[in-house]
């Protein structure tokens, strides 16, 4: 097996997302830009997006990192509109994209263009998500956006496998496709239920870091594969399983958190931008399929779809907004008033992701009597068109388009104020809880050592309200700033001695292993009590 292709790939990906970091670009639209010319450099090796790799191997651990970072309570305070969107809005596209596909695009028929519809019906909001956070949307918004990614998999999926065999020729009707869908979406959601408690209780009871984290890698597989494996939905399975130990991670050990923590990152890091770099270098594979078709006629095409998928968006996203609250008492009651502003950010963020493309390679070539599958390459071609011109036109004016909308920016005072707030609730039960501990003579400590337990609780308590006064007017730092320099330069120095005395062979390298180490971690709990 030649590994040098995966390697470049993944290296390259990763400089293209490390530099995206310093440029006004977000990572996923210059990581397809650059794939988008990488692709024709001569030498660049080929890559096919492989259905069998990116949907069980790619998509699992990309939702599971989404959805255990997600709040399952704001998740749930927002599911009516996040239900909406990731199986109302998946459905409405499908079959008005494919109505559509079938009106404009001669020879194609209504199957072949509900598969069309379903391929490129669910939005990845990987993109929108990002780019929310960095120009700082409502959070609201940003919740709604990220629960529909992690949920509108599954309907697209369902919806695909429906369409698909009717297209091939396997009788599918209304009644199956519902029952279908059906099985899917319960099955798939039982699954997530059965496995979170036993998967929860395996992550609390192994007392070795390495393996917890081992199981936590595997978690998003075993969830998908077990919910597969019973034809039902791998992806909300993973999400169930996902929202469920993330909620409780509370209860996992302190060093299993700070291991998952780094982990995750990296593995999310890497996924995402090889992913998008991956789109980018579908577009030689996919003007090779184009076969027959004439360039002018599938780029008009093109066109025409790129916007019925845009403006079928705005259809669904501004009705299902506002008429639910003018027809439900209980709803006006119960959530906030929606914006126009809101739901006009809602409607353009809806680019289209690798799902899509992964969706669409899968589709077989032939039907039912070795026919070949009707309009495959264009389909293909259609496909690769929308995301990127969803990715390019939509996600380059996301940001001026929340910027021009002025939405209001958050109060990082009141903020402050609520995390000053708990800090201070929390340090009075851990005052009250050490003196009941001291009390008994089993936990007698020499007064030095009680006093720092209660000088560690009072900086704690004292690093939040800090943060609330004024800046150092000599360098411009803030008090919170001022403190993890002066801490890191501390630690720095004992590093050094440390280091010295290993090279003159005082400690041995196993030694200072241990000792860095701890410098690290007290580095690391300097950083946060700092802010």
Do not use: C
């Not at 669904?316 to 027809?327: S, T």
């Not at 809880?433 to 050592?449: M, T, Y």
């Not at 006064?469 to 700033?481: A, L, R, Y």
């Amino acid at each position: 097996m030649d590994v040098m292709p995966l390697l470049l790939l993944v290296a390259g990906s990763a400089a293209v997302a490390g530099a995206a970091r310093r440029s006004p670009v977000p990572a996923p639209l210059l990581l397809v830009a650059v794939g988008l010319v990488v692709a024709y450099v001569p030498g660049i090796p080929d890559y096919t997006l492989d259905p069998e790799v990116v949907l069980p191997l790619l998509l699992p651990p990309l939702l599971y990192t989404s959805a255990s970072d997600s709040s399952y309570l704001d998740l749930r305070a927002q599911l009516r509109p996040v239900a909406l969107l990731s199986v109302g809005y998946v459905l409405f596209a499908t079959f008005a994209v494919g109505w559509a596909a079938y009106l404009i695009i001669p020879g194609m028929p209504l199957t072949a263009a509900l598969v069309l519809g379903a391929v490129v019906a669910p939005p990845d909001a990987v993109a929108a998500t990002a780019i929310a956070r960095r120009v700082g949307l409502p959070s609201r918004i940003t919740t709604i956006l990220q629960g529909e990614s992690l949920l509108n998999d599954a309907t697209a999926i369902t919806a695909y496998k429906v369409a698909l065999a009717a297209a091939v020729g396997e009788g599918a009707t209304w009644a199956g496709g519902i029952r279908e869908f059906l099985i899917a979406a319960v099955g798939g959601v039982g699954v997530g239920l059965v496995l979170m408690a036993p998967l929860h209780w395996l992550r609390t009871h192994l007392r070795e870091p390495l393996l917890q984290n081992t199981l936590s890698l595997l978690i998003p597989f075993v969830a998908y594969g077990v919910a597969e494996q019973l034809h039902a939905s791998g992806v909300l399975a993973v999400v169930v399983v996902a929202l469920y130990l993330g909620h409780r991670a509370w209860e996992v050990d302190f060093a299993t958190r700070l291991q998952e923590e780094a982990v995750w990152k990296m593995v999310a890091f890497i996924l995402e931008s090889a992913v998008f770099a991956l789109i980018g270098l579908q577009l030689p594979v996919v003007l090779k399929g184009l076969g027959a078709h004439e360039v002018a006629a599938a780029v008009g095409y093109a066109v025409v779809l790129f916007v019925v998928v845009v403006l079928t968006r705005f259809i669904w996203v501004y009705p299902a907004a506002f008429l639910p609250r003018l027809l439900s008492k209980r709803i006006r009651e119960r959530e906030d008033n929606p914006t126009w502003r809101g739901a006009m950010v809602t409607g353009w963020a809806g680019m289209r992701g690798v799902v899509s493309l992964a969706i669409a390679f899968s589709i077989p070539l032939t039907v039912h009597g070795g026919r070949p599958f009707p309009q495959h390459s264009l389909i293909l071609f259609l496909t690769f068109t929308t995301v990127i011109g969803t990715l390019v036109v939509q996600g380059l004016s996301l940001p001026p388009l929340i910027r021009l909308l002025r939405f209001p920016g958050r109060d990082r005072q009141a903020e402050t104020l609520a995390e000053a707030n708990a800090q201070a609730q929390a340090s009075r039960a851990a005052d009250t809880r050490l003196d009941e501990l001291l009390s008994d003579e089993r936990n007698d400590l020499p007064p030095p050592l009680a006093d720092r337990l209660r000088q560690a609780l009072e900086r704690r308590r004292n690093a939040v309200w800090e943060r609330l006064g004024q800046t150092n007017p000599v360098t411009g730092e803030s008090v919170d700033d001022t403190y993890r320099r002066l801490s890191r330069e501390m630690i720095s120095a004992e590093r050094e001695v440390f280091v010295r005395l290993r090279d003159h062979r005082y400690i041995d390298d196993e030694m200072l292993r241990v000792l860095l180490r701890r410098l690290d971690l007290e580095e690391a709990a300097a950083y946060r009590e700092a802010g």
